[in-house]
């Protein structure tokens, strides 16, 4: 499996990352070398091995439905690099 | 009933598929302290994991694990004791997380069945394909402002139910049939609203086309419809379009498709289709969601009498017709009032005040059962009045009117009206001889019961002397009696 | 004041308690030493003020008997831990002027017991390294130097924890572990470092990296001084689903320096081709000292351990990757602008995030994407079950294991910034714990050819913490690690 240029940039896209053109190559050649070394997982014999869920032996731990949050608008804003009139303001979405 | 559609080349059959959207009812988010409640202040009901904050992490809700398991149950659905949620990764201004947690591959509930009610009595199976809990996103808005979108985080991480069937719709009324009979279900257990108006319920449509008998046609996918009718409109737009299409040689594009309301017509999202891969993972923030078959069994005790079973009841033990039956489990509410006013009375009566002037009335002013100003006990009371003889059936609808507009007790009316049904031998023959003496040409009519079609003309003239309070049946046999 | 800031936490405990000084002297001598060790760089904020107003509450509480199990100490806190009301920043450009309007669940722990911040401390960009070269703010420095005066780096990611408690500007620092991050500069600076079983700290409020992996512990200056801001640290938090509400013990009491009986394993794939003779020497003297002390060796084998760092940076970019998409520029930190949404995606997430994260990013989403999924990341999950099953049937023949914690001492900066892949390789021997989620410390043991510290890697069962602090404090007694890095950094001032 070998990652191009065009991948990187698709891979970058999906993760909204802007990549500028002349790094593309080079990530290539970053990934490739990455990918090739972690093939050695190939080597394991996984047959009927479930991969891990989670390294905690618990049962989920549940809420009751009771509010018990919220009404805090000022909190939710006050880091905002935009806020208006109580929303989160972004560069419009055409749809 | 044909369900084909006719094209240049042929019939031609549709394939419905429907994955709805159901807001689960319950008072906080599926993973946060904040409020569901609908219509408060932009970004007021919003916690610090709703928003994503760094560091912030989800905790379930326990109700909405059991509404999920509820409504699996309520379809028949094969409960899922072990259960993942996982993260599906897309980017949007309205998604804080950058992900949704869902549930991809091991759904809490698993493979169902819904009965549709269709036409004539007729009924349907539908498969469910599986049901799982998922985040909704927040609300993007985009005419506040006229270079900037708003965003409101409010409905951000509200508990939703994916409800998805089986492709074995094969109508746009199979479909609409689907989604009333699944609302219906979801209002009787309490675990969704239904309210399409406020997004508590959205549907994505599924439709393909084929020729009968073929191999599956390439399907669209319509999303994020808000009403039964739209999607009735979408999915006969649609299976048009297609059969259009593949007619005049052209293939269809597996995508996503909006339907455009005012238009009626259903249009390509492919800006919103670029490059969708979601990279669902199973959330590392959460264990696997593991059930105790003894609390499920619990669940499944308490499960209330759900529509279908309420409809054969309905049938069995008052003799109502498929129809009236349907009509009756429609709505939780209309069941519950139909019983009361049923209850040891007659239940055709009681089904023909509900579904007629009941209804009738209802519809003139534009109010739910639940507000209905004539309770189900004063309608029962009306219904006693016509059965002990103190009322007619006619004087009934004068009464029941009375009852609409003032909300009143019908015994009180009758009373203060004066429009008790008169049984006075004495005073009925009063009025029936007085009439048969004035009208000695009807009577000649008449001719001593040759002409039996005349003495509705006397019943009427008597009615109307009396105002309309005699007991008809005593007139009718005191005027046979005296015109021989 | 020097020295108050030569004292332990315990010394420091005793001295307030005796009343011979008071938290604000205490306090007011780190903020000097602060100041004077800024050539380190090891501060991204320093909060000299907040900390002179804890340091008062403290005293106040001692003089009314109030005083909690931390109190008065000053503490440095990774830049990770959100701290409410002062600035946030991972070390990274992306949470630019950040201030959390809330506190990590571990942070508040560590107040509720009178502990004080001097501030928060530097890390490789969201934890993403193992040498501190990744922050937005510049690289640290390790006190440490070689003989010869070469720098070196302290180790990451909690390189600026490390680096603070060494130079003896704060008394502990809290870090965070994923594959390492706490055990690996604890060895490159000569600390006592803890990473506790998974579940043990909440990681509420503590910026994710790798959800699965990311645990919180403390880094300082000895065993007893871990094991008493590790029982401050630890406890079950509701907010967390992953954390585990078991009681937290007085892990003080375990250092009694008697293991006598215990079985120690040393597993033979830790051998491994290349090791440095200094780090395969330091084992072997540990080994002796567990001999020593009366405990008995036993040759494990945990067969996947050469597979285990492949595994970890297959899991760690995909759990990351996802984990930081939510710095998107609309909710806080940086935004670029952008002509439509997504540009501004692009371009504040492109200019915000530094190279190694960006790397991490894009691994990660590709090893999650579509046709992929199955190759590497649940490939990567199987044989994660491989080595947690290792070590569950290892410790069903021994109590702890015993391995170097990193393959060498403290390298140069800008040695492996070019090649990843050696840089990841420093993880070799911390990332299996990390995997598995069970507790390993790292303990100085020794000093190498070069004059730089070496540490040894203790791990144990699931919250098994005490037998760890235990065995760690017999080879700490045992080794009796008294250097001290030469004061090179005030000059510099």
């Given at each position: 499996?070998?990652?191009?240029?065009k991948?990187v940039?698709?891979i970058?896209?999906?993760a909204r990352?802007?990549v500028?053109?002349?790094?593309?190559?080079p990530l290539?050649g970053?990934?490739?070398?990455?990918?090739?070394w972690?093939e050695q997982?190939?080597?394991?014999?996984?047959d009927?091995?479930?991969?891990?869920?989670?390294?905690?032996h618990a049962r989920?731990?549940?809420?009751d439905?009771v509010?018990?949050?919220?009404?805090r608008?000022?909190?939710?804003?006050?880091?905002?690099?935009?806020a208006q009139?109580?929303?989160?303001?972004?560069?419009?979405?055409?749809? | 009933?044909?369900?084909?559609?006719?094209?240049?080349?042929?019939?031609?059959?549709v394939?419905?598929?429907?994955?709805v959207?159901?807001?689960?009812?319950?008072n906080?988010?599926?993973?946060s302290?904040?409020?569901?409640?609908?219509?408060?202040e932009?970004?007021t009901?919003?916690?610090?994991?709703?928003?994503?904050?760094?560091?912030?992490?989800?905790v379930?809700n326990?109700?909405?694990?059991e509404?999920?398991?509820?409504?699996?149950?309520?379809?028949?659905?094969?409960i899922n004791?072990?259960?993942i949620?996982?993260?599906?990764?897309?980017f949007?201004?309205?998604?804080?997380?950058?992900?949704q947690?869902?549930?991809y591959?091991?759904?809490v509930v698993?493979e169902?069945?819904?009965?549709?009610?269709l036409?004539?009595?007729?009924?349907?199976?539908?498969g469910i394909?599986?049901?799982?809990l998922?985040?909704?996103?927040?609300?993007s808005m985009?005419?506040?402002h006229?270079?900037m979108?708003?965003?409101?985080l409010n409905?951000?991480?509200?508990?939703?139910?994916?409800?998805?069937s089986k492709?074995?719709?094969?109508?746009s009324?199979?479909?609409?049939a689907?989604?009333k009979?699944?609302?219906?279900i979801?209002r009787?257990?309490?675990t969704?609203?239904?309210?399409m108006e406020?997004?508590?319920?959205?549907?994505?449509?599924?439709?393909?086309?084929?020729?009968?008998?073929?191999p599956?046609?390439t399907r669209?996918?319509?999303?994020n419809v808000?009403?039964?009718?739209?999607?009735?409109?979408?999915?006969?737009y649609?299976?048009?379009?297609?059969?259009?299409?593949?007619?005049?040689?052209?293939?269809?594009?597996?995508?996503t498709?909006?339907?455009?309301?005012a238009?009626?017509?259903?249009?390509?999202?492919?800006s919103?289709?670029?490059?969708?891969d979601y990279?669902?993972?199973p959330?590392?923030?959460?264990l696997?969601?593991e059930?105790?078959p003894?609390w499920?069994?619990?669940?499944?005790a308490?499960?209330?009498e759900?529509?279908d079973?309420?409809?054969n009841?309905?049938m069995?033990?008052?003799?109502l017709?498929v129809?009236?039956?349907?009509?009756?489990?429609?709505?939780?509410?209309?069941?519950v009032?139909?019983e009361?006013v049923a209850?040891g009375?007659d239940p055709?009566q009681?089904?023909n005040?509900?579904?007629g002037s009941?209804?009738?009335?209802?519809?003139a002013?534009?109010?739910?059962i639940?507000?209905s100003?004539?309770?189900?006990?004063?309608l029962?009371k009306?219904?006693d009045?016509?059965?002990?003889?103190?009322?007619?059936?006619?004087i009934?609808?004068?009464?029941?009117?009375?009852?609409?507009?003032?909300?009143?007790?019908?015994a009180a009316?009758?009373?203060?009206?004066?429009?008790?049904?008169?049984?006075d031998?004495?005073?009925?023959e009063g009025?029936?001889d007085?009439i048969i003496?004035?009208?000695?040409?009807?009577?000649?009519?008449?001719?001593?019961?040759a002409?039996?079609?005349?003495?509705?003309?006397?019943?009427?003239q008597?009615?109307?002397?009396?105002?309309?309070k005699a007991n008809?049946?005593?007139?009718?046999?005191?005027l046979?009696?005296?015109l021989? | 004041?020097?020295?108050?800031?030569?004292?332990?936490?315990a010394?420091a405990?005793?001295?307030?308690?005796?009343?011979?000084?008071?938290?604000?002297?205490?306090t007011?001598?780190?903020?000097?030493?602060?100041?004077?060790?800024?050539?380190?760089?090891?501060?991204?904020?320093?909060?000299?003020?907040?900390?002179?107003?804890?340091?008062?509450?403290?005293d106040a509480?001692?003089?009314?008997?109030?005083?909690?199990p931390?109190?008065?100490?000053?503490?440095?806190i990774k830049?990770?831990?959100?701290?409410?009301?002062?600035?946030t920043?991972?070390?990274?450009?992306?949470l630019?002027g950040?201030?959390p309007?809330?506190?990590?669940?571990?942070?508040?722990?560590l107040w509720?017991d009178?502990a004080?911040?001097?501030?928060k401390?530097s890390l490789?960009?969201?934890?993403m390294?193992s040498?501190?070269?990744?922050?937005?703010?510049?690289?640290?420095?390790?006190p440490w130097?070689?003989?010869?005066?070469?720098?070196?780096v302290p180790?990451?990611?909690?390189?600026?924890?490390?680096?603070a408690v060494a130079?003896?500007?704060?008394?502990?620092?809290?870090?965070t572990?994923?594959?390492?991050?706490?055990r690996?500069?604890?060895s490159?600076?000569g600390?006592?470092?803890?990473?506790?079983?998974?579940?043990r700290?909440?990681?509420?409020g503590?910026?994710?990296?790798?959800?699965?992996?990311?645990q919180a512990?403390?880094?300082?200056?000895?065993?007893?001084?871990?094991a008493?801001?590790?029982?401050?640290?630890a406890?079950?938090?509701?907010?967390?689903s992953?954390?585990?509400?078991t009681p937290?013990?007085d892990y003080r009491?375990?250092l009694?320096?008697?293991?006598?009986?215990?079985?120690?394993g040393?597993?033979?794939?830790y051998r491994m081709?290349?090791?440095?003779?200094?780090?395969?020497?330091l084992?072997?003297?540990?080994?002796?000292w567990?001999k020593d002390?009366?405990?008995q060796?036993?040759d494990?084998?945990?067969?996947?351990?050469?597979?285990?760092?492949a595994?970890?940076?297959?899991?760690?970019?995909?759990?990351?990757s996802?984990?930081?998409a939510?710095?998107?520029?609309?909710?806080?930190?940086?935004?670029?602008?952008?002509?439509?949404?997504?540009?501004?995606?692009?371009?504040?997430?492109?200019a915000?995030?530094g190279?190694?994260v960006?790397r991490?990013i894009?691994i990660g989403?590709?090893v999650?994407?579509?046709?992929?999924?199955?190759a590497?990341?649940?490939?990567?999950q199987?044989v994660?079950?491989?080595i947690?099953q290792d070590?569950e049937?290892a410790f069903?023949?021994v109590d702890?294991?015993l391995?170097?914690?990193?393959?060498?001492?403290?390298?140069?900066p800008?040695?492996?910034?070019?090649d990843?892949?050696?840089?990841?390789?420093?993880?070799?021997?911390?990332?299996?714990?990390?995997?598995a989620?069970?507790?390993g410390?790292?303990?100085?043991a020794?000093i190498?050819?070069a004059?730089l510290?070496?540490?040894?890697?203790?791990l144990?069962r699931?919250?098994?913490?005490?037998?760890?602090l235990?065995?760690?404090?017999?080879?700490?007694q045992a080794?009796?690690f008294?250097?001290?890095?030469?004061?090179?950094w005030k000059?510099?001032?």
């Amino acid at each position: 499996m070998s990652v191009d240029t065009k991948t990187v940039a698709r891979i970058a896209h999906l993760a909204r990352l802007k990549v500028p053109e002349d790094r593309l190559d080079p990530l290539a050649g970053e990934l490739n070398q990455l990918l090739a070394w972690v093939e050695q997982l190939g080597e394991v014999n996984t047959d009927n091995v479930p991969p891990l869920t989670s390294v905690v032996h618990a049962r989920l731990p549940r809420r009751d439905d009771v509010v018990t949050d919220g009404d805090r608008q000022a909190d939710v804003l006050a880091n905002a690099p935009d806020a208006q009139n109580g929303f989160f303001a972004v560069p419009k979405v055409i749809e | 009933m044909s369900k084909l559609i006719s094209g240049a080349t042929g019939e031609w059959e549709v394939v419905i598929g429907l994955e709805v959207h159901a807001q689960v009812t319950s008072n906080s988010k599926l993973f946060s302290g904040a409020a569901t409640e609908f219509g408060a202040e932009p970004n007021t009901q919003v916690s610090l994991v709703d928003a994503a904050m760094p560091g912030m992490l989800p905790v379930i809700n326990a109700y909405c694990v059991e509404q999920a398991v509820r409504t699996g149950l309520a379809l028949d659905a094969q409960i899922n004791l072990y259960s993942i949620f996982d993260r599906k990764n897309y980017f949007y201004a309205d998604l804080p997380q950058g992900y949704q947690i869902s549930q991809y591959k091991q759904p809490v509930v698993g493979e169902g069945i819904i009965t549709l009610d269709l036409k004539d009595g007729e009924t349907k199976e539908v498969g469910i394909e599986r049901l799982h809990l998922e985040q909704d996103a927040g609300k993007s808005m985009h005419d506040q402002h006229p270079t900037m979108t708003y965003v409101d985080l409010n409905r951000s991480g509200v508990a939703l139910m994916e409800i998805v069937s089986k492709p074995d719709m094969r109508s746009s009324e199979e479909a609409g049939a689907y989604l009333k009979k699944l609302r219906t279900i979801l209002r009787y257990i309490g675990t969704c609203d239904g309210n399409m108006e406020q997004g508590s319920m959205r549907a994505d449509v599924n439709v393909s086309v084929r020729k009968p008998g073929g191999p599956l046609g390439t399907r669209c996918e319509i999303k994020n419809v808000n009403s039964v009718r739209f999607v009735q409109q979408a999915i006969e737009y649609e299976a048009r379009r297609q059969i259009d299409v593949i007619e005049d040689g052209g293939k269809i594009v597996q995508e996503t498709r909006l339907y455009d309301v005012a238009q009626g017509v259903t249009r390509s999202m492919r800006s919103k289709e670029e490059a969708h891969d979601y990279r669902y993972f199973p959330d590392p923030d959460l264990l696997p969601l593991e059930l105790d078959p003894a609390w499920v069994d619990e669940i499944k005790a308490g499960l209330p009498e759900l529509p279908d079973e309420k409809k054969n009841r309905l049938m069995r033990d008052f003799g109502l017709s498929v129809y009236d039956a349907g009509v009756m489990v429609s709505e939780p509410e209309i069941g519950v009032y139909f019983e009361e006013v049923a209850k040891g009375r007659d239940p055709k009566q009681a089904s023909n005040w509900v579904t007629g002037s009941l209804f009738a009335a209802l519809n003139a002013k534009g109010v739910s059962i639940t507000e209905s100003p004539v309770t189900a006990a004063n309608l029962g009371k009306l219904i006693d009045l016509i059965a002990d003889n103190t009322i007619s059936g006619r004087i009934a609808k004068d009464v029941f009117e009375i009852m609409v507009e003032t909300g009143g007790d019908p015994a009180a009316i009758v009373e203060e009206k004066g429009l008790k049904q008169i049984t006075d031998t004495g005073f009925i023959e009063g009025i029936v001889d007085r009439i048969i003496a004035e009208n000695p040409g009807q009577v000649a009519q008449y001719d001593g019961g040759a002409n039996p079609k005349v003495i509705g003309w006397f019943v009427g003239q008597v009615m109307k002397q009396s105002q309309g309070k005699a007991n008809p049946a005593q007139v009718n046999e005191l005027l046979k009696k005296k015109l021989g | 004041m020097s020295e108050l800031t030569d004292l332990t936490i315990a010394g420091a405990l005793s001295g307030l308690d005796k009343g011979e000084f008071t938290s604000r002297e205490l306090t007011q001598a780190y903020i000097a030493e602060v100041e004077n060790g800024r050539a380190l760089n090891a501060f991204t904020t320093e909060t000299p003020d907040k900390a002179l107003e804890m340091a008062d509450a403290a005293d106040a509480a001692r003089r009314s008997g109030d005083a909690g199990p931390l109190n008065g100490i000053p503490l440095a806190i990774k830049d990770l831990f959100c701290t409410k009301g002062v600035l946030t920043t991972a070390s990274s450009h992306i949470l630019d002027g950040f201030k959390p309007p809330y506190e990590s669940s571990v942070t508040a722990n560590l107040w509720r017991d009178g502990a004080v911040m001097l501030g928060k401390v530097s890390l490789d960009e969201f934890a993403m390294g193992s040498s501190n070269e990744t922050s937005f703010y510049g690289p640290v420095q390790n006190p440490w130097r070689t003989t010869d005066g070469k720098a070196r780096v302290p180790g990451g990611s909690s390189g600026g924890s490390a680096a603070a408690v060494a130079a003896r500007l704060a008394m502990g620092a809290t870090g965070t572990d994923t594959g390492g991050s706490i055990r690996q500069p604890a060895s490159f600076c000569g600390l006592a470092g803890i990473k506790p079983t998974y579940g043990r700290c909440s990681r509420w409020g503590i910026i994710a990296f790798a959800s699965s992996l990311d645990q919180a512990g403390p880094i300082t200056r000895n065993v007893e001084d871990a094991a008493i801001m590790l029982r401050s640290m630890a406890g079950y938090d509701p907010k967390d689903s992953t954390s585990i509400n078991t009681p937290v013990p007085d892990y003080r009491k375990a250092l009694t320096g008697d293991i006598r009986g215990l079985k120690i394993g040393i597993p033979q794939e830790y051998r491994m081709d290349g090791t440095p003779p200094d780090v395969l020497a330091l084992w072997d003297r540990g080994i002796q000292w567990m001999k020593d002390a009366g405990a008995q060796i036993v040759d494990i084998s945990l067969p996947h351990t050469k597979y285990a760092l492949a595994t970890y940076y297959i899991v760690a970019p995909a759990e990351a990757s996802s984990n930081l998409a939510r710095y998107d520029g609309v909710r806080y930190g940086l935004r670029e602008q952008g002509g439509n949404l997504i540009e501004m995606y692009e371009n504040t997430r492109g200019a915000g995030f530094g190279e190694e994260v960006q790397r991490r990013i894009l691994i990660g989403t590709y090893v999650l994407s579509a046709g992929y999924y199955d190759a590497y990341y649940l490939k990567a999950q199987k044989v994660r079950t491989l080595i947690a099953q290792d070590f569950e049937q290892a410790f069903g023949r021994v109590d702890a294991i015993l391995t170097p914690t990193a393959p060498c001492s403290a390298f140069s900066p800008g040695e492996k910034s070019d090649d990843p892949i050696s840089m990841y390789l420093n993880d070799v021997f911390t990332v299996p714990a990390s995997l598995a989620g069970i507790p390993g410390m790292s303990v100085p043991a020794g000093i190498c050819g070069a004059g730089l510290p070496l540490g040894l890697q203790i791990l144990g069962r699931p919250f098994e913490e005490e037998t760890v602090l235990k065995v760690g404090h017999v080879i700490e007694q045992a080794a009796a690690f008294g250097a001290r890095p030469r004061i090179w950094w005030k000059e510099a001032a």
